[in-house]
Every structure is written in structure tokens, then in C-alpha cells.
């Protein structure tokens, strides 16, 4: 896993040397502290300001070089904007800012509020953490490195601020949080030849570490199991398939608890429908609903959070062989339902129908929540920016969109109903595994629907336009992003942990 950097906590008024950050508002006020560890500072900053035509709006920077003696190098103004109507989302992009800002050197970040109010543990704890972000990289396989690559990413920061004792703390459980965000992008940035099924089953036994209860199924437990479906996208693979259970125990005893669904096809070519050879390096990425359900996973069982969890991921490879399923073939999964496979590329709903039905069956959930870098048509629906939520229960519903927006990993919710459900009506099976051309992410949807029980609460998002490839932003440089790790441990936070 990559490593986080050397994050510290002082208290304010102590010397800085290398570089300096200090927070700055509309009015170009600085921290009293920053001002004083050199005279004339905040004068200069002023100057410097008009000249450069800088107002101090929210993550906006100005930078000085060799601003004056004192030992300091570099010193960067940031702007905050109103600090007292800023969410936790604005200090988390604050905190990747400041990474993005700063690649060499010491550091010393002055978290203090220009108005002269304290700033919380939890707030600096949400800098660090978008720092922490901010600074992953994925270089495992550079044996040769640029040298704008051997200098990239801060790994040592040291926050000045009122209560450094209150903000370690608060860090302490952030930094579990951005492991468990490591995890998931080092998951999804790995090379297939590297992260099989069984290797990436391997990985996820080694989080017992973190006191997880992890099963994994081989081959003859999944047969046993009669996941059909799942099986049926293995086939033509030489690696065989693991289906990993991962459990969390921290809530009440015999409390049903929420289940996290993952697909995690380590690699997908299609299949005998083999997509375009353009772009499919990308496909070694098809798994990031499984790793994203990793990543909370660990993520739960880190911070010990008083809920009941399991997290379930299917992990397959669908590749061309003379075994290989074709179009037309019809499987039986396990629910007993059959299936039409018109187009072996829409192989992930197979592989999350069965495990779907499995997980119903073994710990009857109180909600379902499963992740998938599903279809390439919510991409055209939604772009890059949000990923796309259906659901049959409105309240699971809208406290994801909350998780989302708190986090600032959105959802956007589609549309399920009887009118898209019969699109996926088979004439020799119970179902076919894809609908016509338009609205195919929701035929996606009510496959999956199909396989749901009882109207057990469950919500399925479609992140295969924010799992991977998507935009860089200001907590994320990398081709992975880990999305849907902090959205469902805030969704556990608010549903799970505030209750009473």
C-alpha cells in the first residue's frame, strides 16, 4: 500500500523554516501567529496581493519566494473565504491544496482562521486527510523516475494550530480513513497480471490484520453454492474465481446488519463480445466496486464502528477461450432464475446476481448497498462528476445523496419501474442479461432488481465514470480515485451511529 505522509500537530507561535502556508480570507487578513514569526510579513503579502490581483477567495493561492530572513523559503497564502460557512468537503479540498502546492521541502501549514477563531480538531483532521489524498501516488512498477516524480507529494507536513493534542486525536482516525482510500486506489491501479482473482482474494484475507472476519470461496465452494451466473463469466479464464465475505461485528449482538455488495472483475475484455482493443488497458480497473467495498470494509473495522457490516465481492476475469460462455447461452443462478447471455460484456450484473442472492440469504440485511463500475452508458448520462444511484427505497436513497454530498462524492438517482423491467424479458429464459440500446444503465438496474428479496432496502450506484479515469481534482491526481470509500463510511456515520 502506498504510504501516508509524516503528518505532526504544534501548537501555534513556535518558528517555521522551509516552506510556509497561512490561511487568508476576502480582506487579506492573516493569523496573528503567521504574522508574527517575521515583521512585515502580512505587508508583503498585501503588496504582493494587488499585484497579483489576489482576493483570497476559497482555495485560491498566492505564493511568495524568499519572502524575507527567518529561515523561511517559500510562503503560500490560501485563500479560505468565510471560514465560519465552510463544510467539512472545503477543509478536505483545503488539505489537497496545500499537497498540490507543496512538492519538496519542509512544511509548515498555519491552521488558524484569519477572523481569530479557533479551528476544530475535526476540521484540521479533514486538512489533513484531503492532504493525505492529495499525496498518493502509484509508482510501484517506475523503476526509472523523472525527477518531477522523486519529488512529488509532501511526505511531511507540520500543522501549527490551538489544540494540537484534540487534532492529533482526530487524525489518528482520519489516517485510518485515507489507508482504507489507499487501499482502494492501489486496488484499482494495479496491473491484472498482478491482481488475479485469487491474488486480490489474498489481499483481503491479509485486513483480519485490522480485525475483520474474512471467508474467502474458492471454485468448488461457489459450484456448491450453484453460482451459476458468476461461474459463467469465469469459465473462459484460466484464473480461477474467488467470492471474498468480509464481516464487522462492532454493533449490537444479533442486529441484522447493512451489506456492501462489490463487483470485481479483475479484467474484462468482453468476453466473445470483445470490446474495441482501444482503451481496454482501462479494464484492469473493472473492479472498483469491490475495491471501494474493501476500502470501507477496512475502514469500519479501523475506527471500530458501532455498526454491524459485511461486505461481499465477486472476483472474476472475462476473457476469450474455446471454454468461454457465448451469446445465447442461458445460465441458472443461484437464485434459480435464468438468464439469457445475449452479450457476454455485460458480465458484472451476472457476477453481482448471484453473490446479491448469497449474502440475502446468509445475513438478511437490513439494507443493500452494492457498488459496480457497471455500464459505460451512465458515463454518457452523467459524465465523470457523479455516479448514478437506483433504488427501490427512498429514504436509503436520500441518505446516501447526503453521504454524497457531505463528502463530496454525489450521486445522481435514475429510475427504476415495472416500464424498464420489462425491457430485460426473455423469449427462451427467465431474463436476458442486457435491454436495447437506450437507457442501458437502468435495464442494468432492474436485472439486479430481479434479484433483491422481500424489498429489502437497497440502493445500487453505477461508479464507472468515477471509480477510475475520472478527473483530477483537488484531493485526487490519480487514475483511481477510491470513490465510495468515505461515502459509505459517512453513510454508516449518519444512519448507523447518530441514532438516539
Same mark, same amino acid.
Request: no cysteine; net charge negative; hydrophobic share 45%.
Given at each position: 500500500?502506498a504510504?501516508?505522509? %509524516?503528518?505532526k500537530f ?5 518558528a ?12 487579506l487578513?492573516?493569523?496573528?501567529? !503567521?504574522?508574527g514569526?517575521?515583521a512585515g510579513?502580512?505587508e508583503?503579502?498585501?503588496?504582493a496581493a494587488?499585484?497579483?490581483k489576489?482576493?483570497?477567495?476559497a ?5 511568495l519566494?524568499?519572502?524575507g530572513?527567518g529561515?523561511? &523559503?517559500?510562503?503560500? $497564502?490560501i485563500?479560505i ?9 472545503e477543509w478536505l479540498k483545503?488539505?489537497g491544496v ?8 519542509d512544511l509548515?501549514?498555519v491552521?488558524?482562521?484569519p477572523?481569530g477563531?479557533?479551528?476544530t480538531a475535526?476540521q /484540521?483532521a =479533514?486538512?489533513a486527510l ?18 518531477? #516524480?522523486e519529488?512529488?507529494g509532501?511526505?511531511?507536513v507540520?500543522?501549527a494550530?490551538?489544540d494540537? %493534542?484534540?487534532a492529533?486525536a482526530a ?7 485515507a489507508?482504507?482510500v489507499?487501499l482502494?486506489?492501489d486496488l484499482v ?7 488475479g ?8 484475507? $491479509?485486513?483480519?490484520e485490522?480485525?475483520l ?6 471454485e468448488n465452494a ?6 451459476g451466473a458468476?461461474?459463467?463469466?469465469a469459465?473462459?479464464s ?6 471474498v465475505?468480509?464481516?464487522?461485528n462492532g454493533g ?6 447493512? !451489506?456492501f455488495?462489490g ?7 468482453g468476453?466473445?463480445?470483445i470490446?474495441p ?8 480497473? #473493472?473492479?472498483g @466496486? ?5 476500502g470501507?470494509?477496512r475502514a469500519?473495522?479501523?475506527r471500530k464502528?458501532?455498526?454491524? /457490516? ?6 472474476v476475469?472475462?476473457?476469450?477461450d ?5 451469446p445465447?447461452?442461458i445460465?441458472?443462478?443461484r437464485s434459480g432464475q435464468?438468464?439469457e447471455v445475449?452479450?457476454?460484456?455485460a458480465?458484472g ?15 438478511q440485511?437490513?439494507?443493500?448497498? &452494492? ?7 451512465i458515463?454518457?448520462?452523467?459524465g465523470?462528476f457523479y455516479?448514478g444511484m437506483f433504488?427501490?427505497d &427512498?429514504a436509503?436513497? =436520500? #441518505?446516501l445523496a447526503?453521504a454524497g ?8 438517482r435514475l429510475?427504476?419501474g ?10 427462451f429464459? &427467465?431474463?436476458k442479461?442486457?435491454g436495447p440500446r437506450?437507457?442501458?444503465s437502468?435495464a $442494468?438496474?432492474e ?11 437497497? $440502493?445500487h450506484?453505477d ?5 477510475m ?7 485526487n491526481?490519480?487514475?483511481?480515485? @477510491?470513490f ?6 459517512q ?5 448507523f451511529?447518530?441514532?438516539?
Amino acid at each position: 500500500m502506498a504510504v501516508l505522509p %509524516d503528518v505532526k500537530f504544534v501548537k501555534l507561535g513556535g518558528a517555521a523554516t522551509g516552506s510556509l502556508a497561512v490561511l487568508t480570507n476576502g480582506n487579506l487578513a492573516l493569523a496573528n501567529s !503567521a504574522s508574527g514569526l517575521q515583521a512585515g510579513l502580512a505587508e508583503r503579502v498585501k503588496r504582493a496581493a494587488v499585484a497579483s490581483k489576489f482576493t483570497g477567495n476559497a482555495l485560491k493561492t498566492l505564493q511568495l519566494l524568499a519572502p524575507g530572513d527567518g529561515g523561511i &523559503d517559500r510562503l503560500v $497564502a490560501i485563500g479560505i473565504g468565510e471560514p465560519s460557512a465552510a463544510k467539512p468537503v472545503e477543509w478536505l479540498k483545503l488539505g489537497g491544496v496545500i499537497a498540490g502546492t507543496f512538492s519538496t521541502g519542509d512544511l509548515t501549514l498555519v491552521l488558524e482562521r484569519p477572523d481569530g477563531e479557533a479551528i476544530t480538531a475535526e476540521q /484540521a483532521a =479533514e486538512v489533513a486527510l484531503g492532504f493525505a489524498m492529495r499525496a498518493y501516488s502509484f509508482d510501484l512498477y517506475k523503476t526509472k523516475k523523472k525527477d518531477e #516524480d522523486e519529488t512529488s507529494g509532501a511526505r511531511t507536513v507540520t500543522i501549527a494550530l490551538a489544540d494540537p %493534542d484534540a487534532a492529533g486525536a482526530a487524525w489518528t482516525v482520519s489516517a485510518e480513513m485515507a489507508r482504507s482510500v489507499y487501499l482502494a486506489r492501489d486496488l484499482v491501479n494495479e496491473p491484472s497480471n498482478i491482481l488475479g482473482p485469487v491474488e486480490f482474494a489474498d489481499r483481503l484475507a $491479509a485486513l483480519s490484520e485490522v480485525g475483520l472476519q474474512v471467508e474467502v470461496l474458492d471454485e468448488n465452494a461457489l459450484a456448491k453454492e450453484k453460482m451459476g451466473a458468476l461461474l459463467g463469466v469465469a469459465q473462459g479464464s484460466v484464473r480461477p474465481a474467488r467470492v471474498v465475505v468480509m464481516r464487522w461485528n462492532g454493533g449490537a449482538s444479533g442486529e441484522k446488519p447493512v !451489506a456492501f455488495v462489490g463487483k470485481g472483475v479483475v479484467f474484462d475484455t468482453g468476453g466473445i463480445s470483445i470490446k474495441p482493443a482501444a482503451g481496454m488497458e482501462d479494464m484492469k480497473g #473493472d473492479m472498483g @466496486g469491490a475495491a471501494a467495498v474493501s476500502g470501507v470494509m477496512r475502514a469500519l473495522a479501523a475506527r471500530k464502528a458501532k455498526v454491524n /457490516a459485511v461486505g461481499i465481492v465477486g472476483l472474476v476475469e472475462n476473457m476469450p477461450d474455446g471454454n468461454a460462455q457465448r451469446p445465447g447461452d442461458i445460465v441458472t443462478s443461484r437464485s434459480g432464475q435464468t438468464i439469457e447471455v445475449i452479450n457476454t460484456d455485460a458480465e458484472g450484473r451476472l457476477v453481482l446476481a448471484d453473490i446479491l442472492d448469497y449474502i440475502q440469504d446468509v445475513v438478511q440485511p437490513v439494507a443493500i448497498v &452494492d457498488l459496480a463500475t457497471l455500464t459505460g452508458a451512465i458515463i454518457v448520462a452523467l459524465g465523470n462528476f457523479y455516479a448514478g444511484m437506483f433504488s427501490n427505497d &427512498d429514504a436509503l436513497s =436520500e #441518505d446516501l445523496a447526503r453521504a454524497g454530498r457531505i463528502t463530496g462524492e454525489k450521486l445522481w438517482r435514475l429510475p427504476i419501474g415495472p416500464e424498464y423491467d420489462k425491457l430485460i424479458d426473455s423469449k427462451f429464459a &427467465d431474463m436476458k442479461n442486457v435491454g436495447p440500446r437506450w437507457g442501458g444503465s437502468i435495464a $442494468a438496474a432492474e436485472f439486479l432488481h430481479r434479484f433483491i428479496k422481500n424489498e429489502t432496502p437497497w $440502493a445500487h450506484l453505477d461508479i464507472a465514470g468515477t471509480a477510475m479515469g475520472s478527473p483530477a481534482d483537488e484531493v485526487n491526481t490519480s487514475w483511481a480515485s @477510491g470513490f465510495g470509500v468515505r461515502l459509505l463510511d459517512q453513510y454508516v456515520r449518519d444512519r448507523f451511529e447518530k441514532q438516539g
